[in-house]
């Protein structure tokens, strides 16, 4: 079955009334068996799903896990972790837990040092072992990373993070909420970077590195940053899934608002970090916080895919900012990213070598339920409420 973020039923989707409402059969990945530390006498395992005897390629996990095989098929694999932005809120106000705009501010961090060491020491024992914690500029905001993983184990990590931070969360009487922008009128959204790096099928040799390449990048790198450039748009879909997370594509706001990149540049769609052999990677910062880790993977894989089966040139870096007029400009020949829901979804049905590869069946159940929260937006203003936002997106 399909359901919108406030768990109401998403027709068209052909998981729904199509199938009378039916089950798909699910199998244990028992190489995701862990017990949780923050659960007493509780286990997880992820799940593959089938239906009518089949894999359901539909299923998000299933359609990262496929293009993940396709890079296989290459030489490659997908070496990869994820950023993740989110505001901790007081349970029984929605306050933010703490206040103020200081940026990384260590007196911030301690806001209450017992939440934050248990998600620390609790994470490592599930296999997703934190780098850094830290506080963003929002009051309540909080962005904490982790080690990468090859292939479909980053994304594995990704939601094991996200639902490991809310259930603990709620022992503290916070919630950890990761909607891009639990305050619309608020200028800078919550983000879900997704840093990664090509290596070879047995991820040991890092591919992304050439001392004599341009930019010190490999031709791979180059045509790999190429393909999600040209695929912006559509992958703003993938990566900005709610009308919530759209909001976050704003001037100056440090999320990206055009399909460039450059060199440590924060203004961008790809913020390329060289440094040698082993450390040089990409920052791909469409992603916000409220998108699907599996789905954001995918979407980005077939665009890189792409430019290097094309061998798409890259234009230059931008140096400044991309923010600037003259990269704004049409004049200019740099795409804008799309905004609003329904230029976002013009611009990924349009986009066949992405709707090609992520099949059909993911594209018309994605597709009906972003069209099904057009209605709901549509329906919430016609009646003058403007609180809808917050409690559509309150599952996220």
Not at 230 to 250: D, K, M, V
Request: proline share 5%; with cysteine; hydrophobic share 35%.
């Amino acid at each position: 079955m399909v359901f919108d973020p406030a768990c109401g039923f998403v027709h068209g989707t052909g998981y729904l009334d199509e199938c009378g409402y039916g089950d798909s059969i699910c199998f244990p990945d028992l190489d995701t068996f862990a017990i949780l530390p923050w659960v007493p006498n509780t286990a997880r395992v992820l799940l593959n799903a089938t239906y009518e005897g089949k894999p359901e390629i539909g299923y998000p996990r299933e359609v990262a896990k496929t293009q993940c095989g396709r890079l296989k098929e290459m030489g490659y694999t997908l070496k990869a972790a994820t950023e993740h932005e989110f505001i901790i809120q007081k349970l029984d106000t929605g306050e933010p837990a703490f206040g103020t705009f200081q940026y990384q501010s260590t007196l911030r961090s301690s806001f209450n040092l017992p939440f934050t060491q248990q998600v620390e020491r609790d994470l490592y024992k599930v296999g997703v072992d934190l780098e850094s914690i830290e506080t963003e500029y929002n009051p309540g905001q909080m962005e904490m990373s982790y080690k990468p993983a090859f292939g479909i184990r980053s994304a594995d990590n990704a939601h094991t993070f996200k639902t490991a931070v809310k259930e603990i969360a709620r022992q503290y009487n916070y919630n950890a909420n990761f909607m891009s922008k639990p305050e619309p009128e608020e200028h800078v959204g919550s983000g879900a970077h997704l840093n990664h790096s090509l290596w070879d099928a047995d991820g040991k040799v890092s591919l992304f590195y050439d001392a004599n390449g341009a930019y010190h990048l490999s031709d791979v790198a180059r045509h790999w940053i190429a393909g999600i450039l040209e695929h912006a748009p559509a992958l703003t879909l993938l990566s900005a899934p709610t009308i919530n997370c759209l909001g976050r594509y704003q001037l100056d706001s440090w999320a990206p608002v055009n399909a460039t990149w450059g060199l440590d540049n924060r203004s961008c769609v790809v913020r390329a970090k060289v440094s040698d052999q082993n450390g040089t990677y990409l920052e791909n910062r469409l992603p916000s916080a409220a998108s699907s880790s599996y789905i954001s993977l995918a979407g980005m894989i077939v665009a890189g895919i792409d430019g290097i089966q094309r061998k798409l040139p890259l234009p230059e870096p931008i140096k400044d900012t991309a923010y600037e007029s003259k990269y704004l400009e049409p004049s200019s020949g740099i795409t804008r990213l799309p905004t609003n829901m329904k230029d976002a979804l013009q611009a990924f049905v349009e986009d066949k070598v992405v709707t090609d590869a992520l099949g059909q069946d993911f594209v018309r159940a994605f597709v009906a339920s972003k069209v099904h929260e057009m209605e709901c937006e549509a329906t919430a203003k016609a009646k003058g409420d403007s609180g809808w936002e917050k409690r559509f997106y309150s599952y996220f």
